[in-house]
């Protein structure tokens, strides 16, 4: 009796965008660490906020905070023409998200410009803009998707050299820090991928008000003791400027007649 056969399945454009990146990727010695938080309050003053902003901004302003407070989360090797590090001075998230491209769910990615100096309220905002508006209304993933037309040798290349040849080209192309988290499919990401130094990813946050915090770093750009100090400033940043910023946006209490 024979099998039934399969079918050949063409190697579409977001298939090429992942593979590029995990190429990329093959060149970073990536070293996770986590660290597993309680944040009651937090919680209670997001869900008083008016408007209510979503876990995602909340924790993405948080670590980026805590990069501007430790400046070795703001460096990036690069490697053309020598290797060398560079020291940003403000962050460029890269976040990834899921749209469908063809027909099929594809991973992309945007990027949010400085978080740390944005409202809760805007990058929130750009969040439901990269989530409703349609793929070909985003500029940074018009770029993907145009890129991913290229022949492959041109566009590792292309990657390549964008990533590692000035501190600018990464910022503009690549971004300071990658955001992904896959807890919204029923599971959480655990051994991240990505071409930049560092990859800041999280669980769901629980009702309880706790959360484990995940980062990814480049052992070439930064010790394992620096990153785990870096998500206790994150820690630190939810509790002080964050927890402040949603105060502020609490729904005034209603008077009793």
Not at 162 to 174: D, Q
Request: charged share 25%.
């Amino acid at each position: 009796m024979s099998l039934p056969k399969g079918r050949t399945v063409s190697f579409s454009r977001g298939r090429r965008i992942v593979g590029d990146i995990v190429a990329l990727a093959r060149d970073v010695s990536l070293v996770v660490v986590e660290r597993t938080i309680a944040i009651p309050e937090v919680q209670t003053a997001r869900d008083r906020a008016e408007p209510k902003p979503g876990w995602y901004p909340v924790l993405l302003k948080s670590f980026a905070l805590a990069c501007m407070s430790r400046p070795e989360l703001r460096r990036s090797i690069l490697t053309f023409p020598y290797t060398r590090l560079y020291e940003h001075a403000c962050t460029v998230a890269a976040v990834t998200v899921e749209r469908l491209v063809d027909g099929e769910p594809t991973v992309l990615f945007f990027h949010v410009r400085e978080p740390e100096r944005k409202p809760l309220t805007q990058i929130q905002d750009r969040f439901q803009r990269i989530k409703n508006e349609p793929v070909e209304a985003i500029p940074d993933f018009r770029r993907l998707l145009r890129i991913a037309r290229l022949p492959t040798p041109i566009r590792r290349l292309l990657s390549r050299f964008s990533l590692n040849a000035s501190g600018a080209g990464r910022e503009k192309f690549g971004g300071t820090f990658a955001a992904s988290t896959t807890h919204a499919g029923g599971a959480n990401l655990t051994l991240p991928c990505t071409p930049l130094s560092t990859l800041f990813t999280f669980d769901e946050v629980t009702s309880a008000g706790s959360v484990t915090l995940r980062l990814g770093f480049d052992h070439r750009v930064m010790d394992g003791m620096t990153a785990a100090r870096g998500l206790v400033e994150t820690e630190a940043a939810l509790r002080g400027p964050i927890l402040e910023e949603l105060v502020s946006l609490a729904r005034p209490a209603r008077q009793s007649a």
